[in-house]
């Protein structure tokens, strides 16, 4: 069974930074792209940013020069660099897998994790 394990949330003060990370872990061959969706409270999920196993990537026109994606592919981990952080990227970061490949072989897809808080508050 693969798992998705997040980590790096936490409070940090209008114009700080977090630096979130996502491994994904247990039997399997191949994960495709991989990325964040982010969850305000009474709000619906909405997707941050994604990045290809080729490492191209997509970014919310929202966080466009202030968040960057990367992934470790060696690892199985994405990450996202989240600079200039304001109040209004207050949420819980879901970090999601499009695709895996597992033995069989077979794919599963849209795998998400539990979810990471992000406060921006002084």
């Known amino acids: 069974q693969v798992q998705l394990v997040e980590s790096g949330g936490g409070l940090v003060q209008p114009g700080g930074s977090l630096r979130l990370s996502c491994a994904a872990s247990?039997?399997?061959?191949?994960?495709?792209?991989m990325g964040w969706y982010r969850q305000a409270p009474g709000k619906q999920r909405d997707m941050v940013a994604l990045?290809?196993?080729?490492?191209?990537?997509t970014y919310a026109e929202s966080v466009k020069g202030r968040f960057t994606i990367s992934r470790d592919n060696d690892k199985n981990t994405v990450y996202l660099q989240m600079d200039s952080l304001n109040p209004e990227d207050t949420a819980v970061y879901y970090c999601?897998?499009?695709?895996?490949?597992?033995?069989?072989?077979?794919?599963?897809?849209?795998?998400w994790g539990r979810g990471t808080q992000v406060t921006v508050s002084s």
């Open positions: 999601y897998v499009e695709r895996i490949m597992v033995p069989g072989p077979q794919f599963e897809y849209e795998l």
């Open positions: 990045i290809t196993g080729g490492g191209r990537s």
């Open positions: 247990g039997t399997f061959l191949t994960v495709y792209a």
